[in-house]
Every structure is written in structure tokens, then in C-alpha cells.
């Protein structure tokens, strides 16, 4: 390129407040399988319904490092923060053989929460708690193929999310369960941790609604 475009481009580069965030630099690295089943995972009419992203969300590319995240933890364990999502980036990049079926996987999943419909003011979509809900029911109903009853689950996770709101209020020990979650989800949320920590409440809120 010319000496002076160049020099147009770096000055349009420089003339924005920020930098670029982790997952605009890994869109600029990677192009592969990976990348584009966390892009299609956050393109699913779903989120559009839920609102769980903010306008800046999507701008930023935050709604698709989100559901990277999602991904890589469906496909491993808990871990802090995006700590290990670079990894899926590079291992996927070529090829991604169960890419289709990881896909039907995550929209069933999707599927049993639009199912359950929660009212928007549900912390079912504040993003901490979406992350671990999805989580737990993708384990339950995909790792594991328990069968789940959507009346039952979603009356169990109305009274445990309401013991949280209750306990984020009061002084005084509601619930042990719900004080544990809420303290998990409170502060270092995406530490691995407290991750583990709220996937363990949620799995027995649902297993004991679906024994």
C-alpha cells in the first residue's frame, strides 16, 4: 500500500478512545470452525428475545467471547474468566468435527429456557446467572440425557432466584443455598471458583425439582 494510505489508516485507528478488546483480536487471528460456531451460537434469535446483550455487547464482539466461553466450558469444565478460550480458538481453527451437533445441542438447551419462560426481570438473564443456568441444563440434558420437566424446573428456579433477591436485601440468613449463590454471584463472578460454586446450587435446585 502507499506510504500515506497506510499513514490514513493508522490515523483512523488512533483516533478512536479505545483499544481493541480480547475478542477483537482474536476475531483478527482466527477464522476457523471455532469462531464462527461461538459467532453463530450468539446470532440465534434467542438473544434477540432475551435481551441478555446491550448494543455495546454486540458492537464489541462481547455477546460472541460470551458464548465462546459457553462453549469452551460445555466442552471442558469451569474456568476463570476467558482464561482458556484462545486454546479452543487454535484446537478448532481447521476443523471442528462435532461443530453441527454441538450447535443442535446449544439451541435445545436454548429451546428448554425459552420454554420455561422466565419474565424478563428474571435473573435467569443477567448474564452470571444465564451463564450458569445454561451450563447446568446443558450438562443435565446434553452430557447427561436426564429428562427434565420445564414446569417443575422453572417453578424451583422461580423460588431459588427469589431466596437470591431476598437475601441480596436482608442482613439476615434467609437461606443458606441462596446466601452461598448470591456471594458467588456478587463479586469475582467469572472467577472459576464461584463459577463452580453457583453451577453446584443450580444443578441441585434442578436435580431436586427432577428427581
Known amino acids: 500500500m502507499p506510504l500515506e494510505q ?14 481493541l478488546n480480547a475478542m477483537e483480536i482474536h476475531n483478527a487471528r482466527y477464522d476457523g470452525e471455532f469462531k464462527n460456531l461461538a459467532n453463530e451460537f450468539s446470532e440465534l434469535q434467542f438473544f434477540n428475545e432475551t435481551k441478555i446483550f446491550t448494543a455495546t455487547d454486540i458492537k464489541r464482539m462481547n455477546d460472541v467471547l460470551f ?9 471442558s469444565t469451569y474456568f476463570t474468566r476467558d482464561n482458556e478460550i484462545e486454546s479452543f480458538f487454535i484446537r478448532f481453527n481447521e476443523e471442528f468435527p462435532n461443530k453441527e451437533n454441538i450447535l443442535n445441542n446449544v439451541k435445545n438447551t436454548l429451546e428448554f429456557i425459552s420454554r420455561m419462560n422466565f419474565p424478563q426481570r428474571s435473573r435467569a438473564f ?53 446466601e452461598k449463590y448470591y456471594k458467588a454471584a456478587l463479586q469475582g463472578s467469572n472467577g472459576r471458583t464461584n ?3 453457583r ?5 441441585k435446585v434442578i436435580e431436586t425439582a427432577n428427581p
Do not use: M, W
Open 6 to 19: 497506510i499513514k490514513r489508516v493508522f490515523q483512523k485507528i488512533n483516533s478512536t478512545s479505545y483499544g
Open 67 to 75: 458464548c465462546a466461553s459457553l462453549l469452551a466450558t460445555v466442552l
Open 126 to 178: 443477567q448474564k452470571a446467572d444465564f451463564y450458569t443456568l445454561f451450563v447446568e441444563l446443558y450438562n443435565l440434558i446434553v452430557t447427561k440425557g436426564k429428562q427434565l420437566d420445564v414446569s417443575k424446573t422453572r417453578q424451583a428456579l422461580d423460588v431459588f432466584y427469589d431466596l437470591v433477591d431476598v437475601t441480596s436485601n436482608s442482613n439476615e440468613q434467609i437461606n443458606p443455598d441462596a
Open 195 to 197: 463459577r463452580v460454586e
Open 199 to 203: 453451577g453446584q446450587l443450580i444443578q
